[in-house]
Every structure is written in C-alpha cells, then in structure tokens.
C-alpha cells in the first residue's frame, strides 16, 4: 500500500511525484513506457557524421512507423527514439477531422522533447470563460496560482524579463537570453508601428545562470547548443529525468516502475473512492495492481481520459468521475503551424555566437491592447531573426569548386520569422471516447479523437497571418513565405480539456484543488484538467497546479478527508 500513485511521469508527473515525496508520502510514479537514463540515454553527444542521412528519418521508415510523430518539427534521425511508432499505437479520427496526436511513451515522458517556451496565464486567462460565456468558469483566479508560479519557476528555472503586461504575468526568472542586433531593429520597428505591441525574449526553461540549487541536483547553465530535444546531458534544460524526478529520489519517498501500462482505477462503491490501479506490463502483458490512498492522474490529457471513461463499472457506467458526462470533453490544442517568413532587405552587419534555445515572442495584444475584434480571445507569436550562415549558403543554392566555396565564406541576409500561437475554444463536440469495437495490442480500447477548429478559431488564424505580414513589412521585411491555414489540431502539442476544473460539478470533472468531484481522493493535474487554453504554451500552469493540488492533497489526507 502506497500512500499516492501518480500516473505518468512527465511535466505534471514529475512535478506531483515530487511535492508529494517531499511532503512525506511514500509515493509510486507508474510510466507506460521504458527506462530511460539521464545523460546515458541521450544523443546530445552524436556529431552529424554519427547520425547518417543528415539526420533524416528514411520516407519509407516515416511512412510506415510514423506517419503522425514525423510532422513534428522536432522529430529526426536523432530523435526518433523519443516518439511512438504509429503502427503500434493506433487511434481514429472521423473522416476529414484529422488529428496529430503527438507522443513519446519513455520515463520522463515529452518534457524530455518539449519546446521549454514558460509563460504563466494571467488574470483575463482565468476570467475569459466567465466573461464570455465558453467553457466551464474556472474555480480559481491568478491570485490562488501565483505563489505556485513563483514555486515551479524557481525550481525548473525560467530565464525571461520582466516586462509588466497584465496579459502575461512576470515572474522569478533567471536572466533572459538577449535578443541578437537583427531582431532588437525588429522590436523597435514593431514597437514604434505598433504602440500596443511588445517583443520580448521568449522566457525558456533553460538555466541562463544556474542557481546552486539547480547544482545540487547535478544541472549546469545552458551551453547554448540548440540541440534540446535530443535530451541535454548537462540538465541545462528542465525536465523530469534531470530535476523533478532526482529531487523525489532524494527524499528516499519515490517507487518508479516503467513499462506498466495503466488499464484502468479501481472505484470502491461502498467508500466512494478510488483505492489503486490495474495496470498491464507492456512486455509480458501480465496484469497487476497496485494500492494506494490516492491517485494522481497525470498522463496527458488524452490519455487521462482514456483511463478515466475505462475505469467504468456498475456504480460508474459512463466512467470513473463522469457523473457531469464532461470527461473527454473540451478537448483543445492551440492554433499551430500559421508561420510567416521574410528576408530583411537592410539588416545590422552583424552576427552573433552560440545557439540560443529561445527567440523573441510577441504577447498577446488582440482584444487586450487593441481593441474589440470580430473573435474572442487572442494569440501570441513565437519567431527570431537569424543569419544565413555558410551552411545555408552553401546548400541553398546550386555550385561547386571556387564559387562555392567563395559564397560559403559571406554571411547571408537576415531571415525573420513570426509563428502565431492562437486560442481554441473550448467546445463540448471536441471530445475523447473509446472506440467500441477496437482494443490496442494490450487489449485496451484505443481512443476515437473527434476534434475541428471553428469559426472563432478560423477568424483568429486570418488575423495572425494579417498581423504577421505587417509586422515583418514594417521592420523593413519583404514577405518571402506564408501558410494559408493553420496545422490540424494536435500538432501544437498542448493538447488539453478533457477533464476540465470548475464550479458546477453538472459542467466540469475538478473542483479547485484539481481534485474529482465525484472522488474525494483522486486528483488530476495534467492538461486535462485546463478549464481554457489561454494562447500561452501551457506547461508551466500544468506544473504550478500540480504542486498546488499536491500541497492541498497532503493537507486533505492528513486532515482525514480523503
């Protein structure tokens, strides 16, 4: 018997496991995937001649093993390790309603690949669905986060400046990475264009300047290499492996099993509560159960309700905490892939040194700072200004011998790039159920992702794309590549909603301690749990909720309420 389990060990896992274990809980983290090793699992090492094939999955291998995870820009030779094979995780969409759902199933789960781009929600975040009437209200405001914000910013280490916008809430950063010549002639021409506009550094989770904290935990400052998502063997990056997880080992508190595949949470009727979980071994396929005092879910928001609506039974046949029909629900991922690119006619003659892992981002502006729009809600930008270098120049264009070689040795024009990150709404139709005839190779109904932008969403991406171009016009840019419409749902990876917080228990899953309505001792603190997306990567708020839910848990299970 445990005293708490956590499902998944990664961004809002790791964050759980640890606040629990430090609280004293005797605590088992149960990850579906395999064991990885921090530092010795990862390919930061590998120099181009290592990898092959310029680091290029062969089409062939793409086309059969992973036609959804090579969308994702992060995905390479060097990578793919990290990703599911599609071939062997299969889910369905409704014809002409596709859906990239991406996944890595291995201990320390995508915080290991993820973009590290922190931003907190602000106050008109958590007041929007109030105020405009979508979704479930949520049952906290700023105020009740933000010591959690400052708690999980500290921890990971959030390098970002202060910049006093109420849309995007400051907070304890480490110092920002600086923006290079180019892109500070971007900020003063957009700024001065735009009055109501600011571009700032993108506050990244990468330690600009570790503090001895981070060193105690064996993390060392960024190297600047850009080489993230192949894991970075300095911990210079957070993520579970290198922060959240050793800092729970630490405490002598921490139970990791790996390849143990969550079927479902056992429900006591007699108690109402949950008292542990089934889970299969993804190699032997064995069933077993484990028994706690109470649950954590934290395995992302699709898979959350997957297990959620398959823990069903007699005292729960719609599924375990559905008692409001919401689990599956809501489903949202952000407006993605709406890229503007341009070359700058007259840029600085200047370069710069290193790889930053961060760029500039444009806060959100509509319906904030200018005025009322025909959608609700906004979006923000994420881009950088870069230098064609001699890489670029020697493969862009065709030649060989001296004229090749003479090229490789100028710098090229200064490319700028702004990528529009936009709010969807949530809606009830955008939903998660279990298909009702197919079962994975484990015998698990796989999940039927049914999931479309609208007409607040389509409106909103026209606007991005408008702004970008003028944006990049008025910083002296000639426009050189636009996307017409957004990506398909899903390929922003923040997908989110399915088990929403709120006040009414008819209309949302979590109270606000992100504890079930309808089991006092299970608690949920992954993305489902996102009452709405604001347009802000959302990570950062998944792991401040489940540092907050943990302290409140503790607090209940001693208080004898759980």
């Not at 291995?106 to 973009?115: F, P, Q």
């Not at 959608?375 to 020697?394: C, D, E, K, L």
């Not at 990049?472 to 923040?494: Q, S, W, Y």
Request: proline letters at 5%; glycine letters at 10%.
């Amino acid at each position: 018997m445990f005293d708490a389990i956590v499902i998944g060990s990664g961004m809002s896992g790791g964050i759980a496991a640890k606040e629990l274990c430090e609280r004293g809980l005797k605590t088992l983290v149960l990850e579906r995937g395999r064991k990885l090793e921090h530092g010795a699992s990862y390919t930061d090492w590998m120099q181009p001649w290592d990898i092959g094939n310029a680091n290029l999955v062969p089409e062939e291998e793409l086309e059969r093993d992973y036609p959804i995870q090579g969308k994702c820009y992060a995905m390479s030779a060097a990578t793919k390790q990290y990703w599911v094979k599609d071939s062997e995780h299969p889910y369905s969409t409704p014809e002409g309603k596709p859906f990239s759902w991406i996944r890595g199933y291995h201990l320390g789960g995508r915080s290991i690949m993820w973009g590290r781009q922190s931003y907190r929600l602000s106050e008109m975040d958590f007041a929007a669905n109030a105020k405009d009437g979508h979704g479930s209200d949520w049952p906290i405001r700023y105020s009740d986060i933000a010591p959690w914000y400052d708690h999980i910013e500290k921890f990971i280490g959030v390098a970002g400046s202060n910049e006093g916008l109420a849309q995007l809430p400051d907070g304890q950063f480490l110092p920002e990475f600086a923006l290079n010549d180019a892109e500070l002639e971007f900020k003063k021409a957009v700024e001065g264009k735009f009055p109501g506009r600011k571009v700032i550094s993108g506050r990244v989770a990468n330690l600009s300047q570790a503090q001895p904290h981070h060193e105690e935990l064996g993390r060392t400052s960024c190297q600047n290499r850009s080489i993230c998502e192949r894991g970075c063997s300095y911990g210079a990056y957070f993520s579970s492996l290198s922060a959240s997880l050793p800092a729970a080992e630490k405490t002598g508190n921490l139970t990791i099993v790996t390849d143990a595949i969550v079927h479902s949470i056992i429900h006591d009727p007699k108690t109402g509560r949950v008292s542990g979980v089934r889970v299969i071994d993804s190699n032997t396929r064995q069933g077993r159960t484990y028994e706690a005092k109470m649950v954590f879910g934290c395995a992302s928001a699709i898979a959350t309700a997957q297990i959620l609506l398959n823990s069903k039974s007699e005292a729960n046949p719609r599924g375990l905490a559905n008692s409001s029909d919401q689990v599956g629900r809501n489903l949202m991922d952000h407006l993605y892939g709406l890229t503007t690119a341009g070359l700058m006619a007259r840029g600085p003659s200047t370069t710069y040194h290193g790889r930053r892992p961060t760029g500039l981002y444009i806060p959100r502006y509509r319906n904030v700072t200018e005025g009322e729009q025909d959608f609700v809600r906004g979006f923000g930008y994420q881009g950088g200004v870069s230098r064609m270098g001699w890489r670029t120049m020697a493969l862009a264009f065709p030649g060989i011998g001296a004229k090749l070689k003479e090229r490789t040795r100028r710098l090229g024009p200064w490319v700028m790039y702004i990528a529009g990150f936009g709010e969807m709404l949530p809606h009830p139709d955008n939903r998660v159920t279990l298909h009702p005839t197919r079962t994975d190779k484990w015998g698990i109904p796989i999940v039927h992702i049914d999931c479309e932008l609208r007409e607040n969403e389509r409106k909103m991406a026209k606007q991005i794309q408008a702004d970008a171009s003028a944006m990049i016009k008025a910083a002296g840019g000639n426009v050189v590549a636009t996307m017409d419409e957004p990506g398909a749902p899903g390929l922003g990876i923040h997908e989110m909603g399915t088990a929403c917080m709120g006040k009414d228990p008819k209309m949302s899953v979590l109270n606000r301690y992100n504890q079930a309505h309808d089991v006092p001792n299970l608690f949920i603190t992954d993305g489902s749990a996102m009452a709405s997306s604001g347009c802000q990567n959302p990570s950062l708020t998944y792991m401040a909720l489940s540092a907050r839910a943990a302290d409140h848990a503790v607090q209940f299970l001693k208080e004898g309420k759980l």
